[in-house]
């Protein structure tokens, strides 16, 4: 049914959890797996009175987002490849992680977003709402959140 799996992470133990979960339905299913992390872009400075100056250059910034990258990405691939479960990596500077999870979905021809429920509770949730929430709606690939 599904033969072409996006699955993003963040390297948390939750997200390490929805990895293992999606590589176990990849290889029931016999699909390829993406699995996807949005790097942050560089924090502007803020300046005046009560500003937060980050020491860190932009270069600094970007080699760190990569290795970071590197190392989740690589871990992820690692769960797959011990199952046998064909998968490659995608990762992209964006701070609009949903933005760019649909746009690497479609970049890639994904037949399904596998997600984490990262859900936020309360007025949180409300005003905010989940990156999950907003790759529901606003994407028109299948997406499959695990709980």
Sequence with gaps: MFKHILVPTDGSEF????VQRAVSFAQEAGAHVTFFF???DYPVALYGEGALIDPT????????ADQQAAEILNAAESIAKASDVSCNSVSTVSNVPWEAIIDAAQNADCDLIFMASHGRRGLAGLLLGSETQKVL???RIPVLVYR
């Design 15 to 18: 997200s390490t959890e929805t």
């Design 38 to 40: 949005a790097k942050p």
């Design 57 to 64: 250059t932009p270069e600094k910034f970007a080699e760190m």
């Design 137 to 139: 709606t606003h994407t």
